[in-house]
């Protein structure tokens, strides 16, 4: 069973900064995308950022700040997060993906940006 670890998150003030990571164990090959969802209170979950196979991609609230990174030798994907605004305030949560259509899910790490 895959299992998705994450960790970085934490309290910062606007303007910070703060890097989040997340490690894939359980399965012997590395996943075909990794990528970074968010949940505000009272907010559907969205995607923040992906890589993998075809284009990195990134939400349009998060482009120029944010930087998805993935080390395939430790099975781990970062997400660098700068500029951090109080409404990037969320529960980051990291996904992977396997072909044909298998998504696992971490636990979620609460990222806090205060005004």
């Known amino acids: 069973q895959v299992q998705l670890v994450e960790s970085g998150g934490g309290l910062v003030q606007a303007g910070g900064s703060l890097r989040l990571s997340c490690a894939a164990s359980?399965?012997?090959?590395?996943?075909?995308?990794m990528g970074w969802y968010r949940q505000s209170p009272g907010k559907q979950r969205e995607l923040v950022a992906r890589?993998?196979?075809?284009?990195?991609i990134y939400a349009d609230f998060v482009k120029g700040r944010f930087t998805i990174s993935r080390d395939y030798a430790k099975n781990t994907v970062y997400l660098q997060m700068n500029s951090l605004q109080p409404e990037d305030t969320a529960v980051y949560s990291c996904?992977?993906?396997?072909?044909?259509?298998?998504?696992?899910w971490g636990q979620g790490t609460q990222v806090t940006v205060s005004s």
């Open positions: 996904n992977a993906f396997y072909l044909p259509g298998t998504n696992y």
């Open positions: 359980g399965i012997a090959y590395s996943a075909d995308a």
């Open positions: 890589t993998g196979r075809g284009p990195t």
